[in-house]
């Protein structure tokens, strides 16, 4: 009777603390966890960030993203300075302005993004123009409250919610340049590669180049490219991310991105989850692509005769919002 | 009736016979301390009278709490400090005591209160006029800052500004504020700000949605130049859980907040590379977001 009723106190009890301190057992905060234990703070970063977004006052998740922080703006400060040795300096100021959004007050990094700066202005002017464009509208849309996914968030695509961490057994501390940041929709059942469906114009282009992916067969018979992971690149590899909305008014419909190119959202539809989205150059609609599932890459090619690719990131349909990445041709590599 | 002395007197008997000599009383004072009193009392007076006017040199933060609201004061005094800001942070007090209601909706008292502000801000520019001074404020305090800014005289400037969590409008202009900073004016904003989604008039008595939620916007008719260039809003983060805020009203002025995200952008007299001013979009002008609809 005695044990029965200590036993019940102590349900309240922990009942009492969950609610006080709040769950912190979200996908996102799961996934953060197991990268945190895997090493991979940069990653498990992102997804603390994911779940502060759900979660805002959680003090587990707080206490957590204060002890992740400075571990990943080390991760990216590595390997802003691996990237700066290698005379590669957009990409080194792309990371150590990742190292600023993770840790404002860094003692080194504002000085060596001005340096980078002030020794590559040229490069440098477009990348800070593409940064701030793209978080001009992420900032905004990040601070929305009770969206059921933050398409803007610097930090995350919202499908990465699916893309569980794989526990490294390399403990080395070169084991990875980067956090697997990107997409990854994963098939379900494996079929032969299909040829990149074409656009009118892009037929002029040759396809992109990258691994055979088993990819789904739509209902309607077409098929789409899905890029892995590995093809997707990562964050720090887009050139710009947009948002665009047929619905939401925070949004423009068709968004300038770059080189000349504007994206146009034509429609998205539900199921299953796919945009139609059309590509202008010089406000001339050039090609038109369909049925764009998230992680769909398509081909796009500026008005300098630069080739891009255009990923789809996120798809919203009752908004009718999509968020979509520009990045050079292959992941890593800058027009 | 024959008049009691009460002076107290002590009789010494000696070789010369009994003398009566008076004892003195330790219940009244010595004359030469009675002088010394009045004179302390003198100076205090002449001190006070003329307002204590020696501002100590150094750089300060001039801090408008919110309103019906004192409790910020301390923790963003703490951030700074953290920080390693060393000068003064001194609270301007403007509330009229009558409840945080009030102090947002009466804006003429706050209008007087920033003249007060703006006195005090030329004071300390004519005693030190390099010294380097920030101005914050907290909710409806940050029309008490802006108000301030806009009748400081030509030539009068603060070095930046901070507002918090801004319940005056979106839409305010700021052109003529901005004439009055040297280098950038920071907005604190956050859609999950409840207290200002409730806001049905702005503490500047303007329309409009207040500036903390969804940050600062530019006007239609102001021109490029019109110092938007060094206006930033600071709109609430998932990684600002981290430093504290998580996107509550008055949580933004957490002392890590400010130590962390704040205190960087003040102390460095560099613009800090993370700010994105409002009129530095490619679209030419100011960016589609940023312009008032």
């Known amino acids: ?132 464009q793209s978080n001009r509208r992420s900032q905004i849309a990040s601070a929305e409250p009770n969206q059921e996914a933050n398409p803007a968030s610097p930090e995350k695509p919202r499908t990465q919610r699916d893309v569980k961490p794989e526990p490294s057994t390399d403990t080395s501390k070169e084991r990875r340049t980067e956090p697997p940041v990107a997409v990854a929709v994963a098939p379900p059942e494996p079929v032969a590669e299909p040829p990149l469906r074409e656009a009118p114009v892009m037929a002029k282009t040759p396809p992109v180049q990258t691994n055979p992916t088993p990819q789904p067969i739509r209902r309607d018979g077409v098929r789409h490219r899905i890029l892995k992971e590995t093809d997707h690149g990562t964050e720090s590899d887009y050139l710009a991310r947009r948002i665009i909305s047929r619905d939401d008014d925070r949004y423009e419909k068709k968004v300038y991105v770059i080189d000349g190119i504007t994206i146009k959202l034509d429609d998205t539809d ?31 090619v500026g008005r300098s005769g630069t080739a891009y690719r255009l990923v789809v990131l996120t798809i919203r349909d009752r908004t009718e919002t999509v968020i979509f990445g520009i990045m050079g041709d292959a992941p890593g590599t800058k027009p | 009736m024959m008049a009691v002395s009460h002076r107290r007197v002590r009789t010494v008997r000696d070789g010369q016979g009994i003398r009566v000599t008076p004892v003195r009383d330790h219940r009244t004072p010595h004359p030469a301390s009675v002088t010394r009193v009045a004179g ?4 205090l007076s002449l001190l006070l009278g003329s307002g204590c006017s ?38 301007f007090a403007w509330s009229t005591l009558l409840g945080p209601g009030a102090d947002h909706y009466l804006v003429a008292r706050k209008k007087s209160k920033g003249e007060e502000l703006a006195a005090r801000i030329v004071e300390i520019r004519k005693a030190h006029p390099d010294a380097s001074l920030h101005l ?120 890590r907040f400010v130590q962390h995200v704040i205190a960087p952008r003040l102390l460095d007299p560099l613009p800090h590379p993370l700010d994105r001013p409002l009129a530095s979009s490619r679209t030419g002008r100011y960016g589609t977001l940023a312009r008032t609809p």
Request: net charge neutral; charged share 25%; hydrophobic share 40%.
């Open chain 1, 1 to 132: 009777m005695i044990r029965t009723r200590f036993s019940s106190y102590g349900c309240i009890a922990a009942w009492g603390l969950v609610a006080l301190t709040g769950c912190a057992t979200t996908p996102d905060a799961r996934q953060a966890w197991n990268a945190e234990k895997a090493g991979e703070y940069a990653l498990a970063y992102e997804r603390y960030c994911a779940a502060a977004e759900d979660r805002p006052g959680n003090a587990q998740i707080a206490a957590a993203i204060r002890r992740v922080a400075p571990l990943a703006a080390r991760h990216w400060e590595q390997n802003a300075h691996t990237a700066l040795d290698r005379g590669e300096s957009i990409r080194a100021w792309r990371m150590f302005m990742r190292v600023l959004e993770i840790q404002p007050d860094h003692p080194s990094a504002a000085q060596l993004v001005r340096r980078i700066e002030r020794d590559h202005p040229a490069e440098t002017r477009l990348a800070r123009a593409e940064w701030m």
């Open chain 1, 270 to 300: 539900d199921d299953p989850l796919e945009a139609d989205l059309d590509v202008y150059i010089d406000d001339e609609r050039v090609a038109k692509h369909r049925h764009l599932p998230v992680g769909a890459a398509v081909r796009v």
């Open chain 2, 40 to 43: 302390a009392c003198a100076l």
């Open chain 2, 54 to 91: 020696t501002i100590e040199e150094g750089p300060r933060v001039i801090f408008c709490d919110g309103a019906g609201w004192s409790g910020s004061h301390r923790p963003v005094s703490a951030g700074l400090r953290a920080a390693g800001f060393r000068g003064r942070v001194e609270s």
């Open chain 2, 136 to 255: 914050m404020g907290l909710s409806a305090g940050t029309a008490v800052v802006v108000f301030a800014l806009e009748q400081l005289p030509d030539g009068v400037r603060v070095d930046n500004v901070v507002l918090f969590s801004a319940s005056l409008s979106e839409r305010h202009d700021l052109a003529t504020a901005m004439q009055h900073v040297r280098g950038r004016l920071y907005a604190t904003c956050s859609m999950r700000d409840r207290i200002l989604s409730g806001v049905g008039v702005t503490a500047d008595g303007l329309s409009g949605r207040p500036a903390g939620l969804g940050g600062l916007r530019i006007p239609d008719r102001m021109r490029s130049d019109d110092g938007y260039a060094r206006v930033v809003n600071l709109h609430w983060r998932p990684a600002y859980a981290g430093f504290g805020w998580t996107g509550t009203h008055t949580g933004v002025a957490d002392k």
